[in-house]
DNA sequence: GTGGTCTAGACCACT
DNA sequence: GTGGTCTAGACCACA
């Protein structure tokens, strides 16, 4: 389904709600598909159950998922994410620690400029179609 | 000298970091200038002397200040400062997540884009002058 | 596991990273194998958890361990280690002050070498098997 | 006279000493020489005096100088020198230390004692004379 | 005075 | 349970 780094600094629950993400916003995972049980996934990717559900249980929060008793989780309608202002603002204040980290690392202002359009225009392409 | 946010995610150890590369990048503390000590600058910013050493430690380590014992703790020459691959890597790794994060929230990609540029110009204007 | 002498010259936390680094290059830690915690060795050894841990950090960043945070510490494939310039020019000025140290105390020339000779070999013999 | 690395993580007074050590053992200030007071020595290499005197104070206990009361300080006969156990024991330590940093490093074991012998012939040439 | 090391013990997030 | 961070305070060598 999608792989993780174990050695990453990113938590793994971090890394699994981001690859959920990732599939849900592509629509490579359309409104409506079943999820993998939370036992499922955790042994699919070799990972603690608990921490596969504590991804769950956020994606549910962040309206990306929903939950059906005895049913199963299934992807949202993408009307539902909820612009959660914490997480917006969170990912503002990372798009800018990450370009002065550029700067701090001697890159030129437009050099850097110039690299971060490049990164946007790659995403663009790859994939992460909405 | 600069100022903390004790209620950030950002740990007080890396808000000291950030500061004080910002101040040395954008020159306003130059080469050579002497930083306040370990315990002056713990007492100015309320914190413990640990917690301020440890941010000195890891930025004597990134190249961006030296330490004489018993002398002080000074700013270093910028070339010194390493253009290490891995940390570019880094923070180019940092620029993609911080922008997909964007629209996993939902963002439209213009709109992204557009926030984008709009936070790095402000960068550019408030300073990080290198 | 091993032994320290807090009497020595040499702070704690490096003589714990040097029997480490002898433990993992003679593969008696081969690659993969779980560390103790932070907690146990330092129980073991007698020393604060903060010691252990900076013994820790200082390994992971020059790359023979890695760490998982709540799965705990893993001993890195070799690959990993840095084969920093800088660190390398460091030992060999580490060998040459060595010597001249000896050769300050009064030592002839040719017993200085045979000294040095008959260290390595002993080395060789002992185990930092790589 | 010599120079020192203010950066250096090596202490001053021992660079001092160190300095001297070998201008003492290869004969450059041969035996009866006077060495310049430590105000003046303090003056010339822009240190306090008190870090002059230190290494002055401890080469005299190390039997490499002698001082005459109101008549300054002077290089002592070789002779005199006290081969300190534990100094012996100390550069034999770090003899090994460095070494083993090398093969740390992932040097080969016969490169690493090549190397070593190559800087143990240079430093015979270049001038240690004894 | 300076930085460097260490202890004792706390709280947090993650697995 | 794991590592990561932080506090409060101590002692040391060095300048």
Redesign the interface.
Known sequence: MFELD??S?K?IYEQIM?NL??LI?SEKLPFGTKLPSVRDLSKQISVNPNTVQKAYRELERQGYIYTQSGMGTFVAD?KG?R??DA??T???Q????????????????DA??D???E??NR??KEG?V?
Do not use: P, T
């Not at 990372?94 to 202002?109: C, M, P, S, T």
């Open positions: 174990l050695r600094r938590s981001d993400k990732e916003m993408k994410i612009a959660d997480a917006m969170k990912a503002e990372g798009l800018e620690d990450a370009f002065k980290q550029l700067l701090y690392l001697g890159v030129d202002f850097a400029k690299k971060a359009v990164i946007m995403i663009r992460v909405i």
